[in-house]
């Protein structure tokens, strides 16, 4: 049976990103490519919406960016002097055509273009309001409460769309198109990123500046949390349509969401990366002879703790870059071995050493406990577990797929319960505040603190009224009094 599975199902998964060009008459094929890099952040579908002067084009599919769009017949028809594109990871069961963004939609001035990359935490609460005056929903994705919102709003696109994201509580970073502009927005928190870029003339919106070294565009700045710009053929225009709020940007982008060569909120991800490995090194050093790194996402923070620890860095884990999306189901006595698809041991640099592998995140364990069991079949003496982040142990609501906090290993088990569950000699994570440190800060503001680091912390910074609504009405109704 031939089926398909979760590129790795031990780790958190982004749901998504985001790509416009405005102005450019290549700009489907752009498009493409700015969505080709960043694939990493949804591999179950993709779709591009061109607008040419007289109407839109749009295509969309399962599947990934390369296949979808690697066919030049498919970009010709998607022509105009602006497009925007999406890619998408689902979080529950098989992705639905309906479902692939960038939605469209009629409405009274014209077509309106919409991809989003993050979670509205009020959207079933919405929805259910919605329903009730009339609205007919086409997808169930929560990007579709936008487009009602914007459709029974009165004004000019842009007053309409205010008024819309005004409604909406949760993390965002949204595209929208209309005929003659394009719009990028953050949440007023920042969750998700959103970067500005300019390839000649024309002014480009991502989810990450990776998208722009692709198509040889300048990265030009973020997008600031709560900040709304409108790009016409006239230029670029800032609107500030929230009340200002503190930033929360995700923290767990630089861990391991973001590609390592992007810049996010003026820091490089790669040294991002690097500086917590050191941090890691000076809090969890230990004795060994190689640093291993747990490729891909371990490999900029193994690079650090190696060059704080002085134990030489060697790639102790070769990884198969050619395991697909799908492949054939093997027995559940092969599928134990599934790991061994993805990694095996290099056991030149392996056998008779005391080993130090470096990991960005342990989300169900299943794959640590694998890689430890891996390098001690070939021969290291010892091996000791570091992990970039701190433990995972709450559920993330703001766009990343998490596992139930029931099935999250930390949630319910102590660093010492795990260490024995993955079977390593000795176990630590990076604590929050030298996770805090590699950012470039003191520590963690208690009282304020810097990002969002809700999947370690607990601490919510944006209400989840759905799941309260669902939990725990007495609270919502509480913070409804209190102006919470
Ligand atoms: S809960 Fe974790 S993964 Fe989700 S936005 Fe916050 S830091 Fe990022």
Known sequence: MVTTQPYDDDKL????????????????????????????????????????????????????????FGDPRVIDRLSGHSAMGHTRYSTTGEPMLRNVQPLFAELEFGGLSIAHNGNLTNAATMRKDLVSRGCIFQSTTDTENIVHLIATRRGAPVERMISALRQVEGAYSIIAMTQDSMVGVRDPLGVRPLVLGRLGDSYILASESCAFDIIAADYVRDIEPGELVVITKD?????WPFPKQKQRFCIFEYIYFARPDSVVEGLSVYDARKRIGVELA?????EADVIIPVPDSGVPSALGFSQASNIPFEFGIIRNHYVGRTFIEPSEEIRHLGVKLKHSANRAHVEGKRVVLVDDSIVRGTTSKKIVEMMRLAGASEVHMRVSSPPTNNSCYYGVDTPEREKLLAANNSVEEIRRLIGADTLAFISMDGLYRAMGHDGRNQDQPQYCDACFSGEYPIQLTDRLREHDPRQLSLLAETGG
């Open 282 to 286: 000076s809090e969890a050093f230990v």
């Open 13 to 68: 998964h982004e749901e998504c990103a985001v790509f416009g060009i405005f102005g450019h008459p290549e700009s489907a094929a752009l498009t493409a490519l700015g969505l080709h890099a960043l694939q990493h952040r949804g591999q179950e579908a993709a779709g591009i919406v061109s607008s040419d002067d007289v109407q839109f084009h749009a295509h969309r599919e399962i599947g990934l960016v390369g296949d979808i």
């Open 235 to 239: 230029g670029l225009r800032s609107h």
